[in-house]
């Protein structure tokens, strides 16, 4: 059973920078398309950011992040990244991690990310 845990939410100040990580348990990271999701109160869920499986992965933002947000994948620790540098109060959600592997798809419980001074 694959199960993702994101860790690494918390408050920040407008301006500042914040580093989520999703651990992926159960498969190999690398063989899954992993994305960043977030929801904001009020709100739907959106896409924020996405990285391909294989060995040279490809990357997608959405447009509000792109630029300030950083996915990257680190495979001995199972892990996927999400760097968020210049937040902005627009930024806070609960932000999930999900995978993709042909027609399966997971996703973690979700961690706080609150931007606010």
């Known amino acids: 059973q694959v199960q993702l845990v994101e860790s690494g939410g918390g408050l920040v100040q407008p301006g500042g920078s914040l580093r989520l990580s999703c651990t992926v348990s159960?498969?190999?990271?690398?063989?899954?398309?992993m994305g960043w999701y977030r929801q904001a109160p009020g709100k739907q869920r959106e896409w924020v950011a996405t990285i391909t499986s294989g060995g040279i992965p490809n990357y997608a933002y959405a447009s509000s992040v792109k630029g300030r947000f950083t996915i990257s994948r680190d495979n001995p620790k199972n892990t996927v990244y999400l760097q968020m540098n210049e937040v902005n109060p627009e930024d806070t959600a609960v932000y999930y991690c999900?995978?993709?592997?042909?027609?399966?798809?997971?996703w973690g419980q979700g961690t706080q990310v609150t931007v606010s001074s």
């Open positions: 159960g498969n190999t990271v690398s063989l899954y398309i």
């Open positions: 999900n995978a993709r592997f042909t027609s399966l798809t997971y």
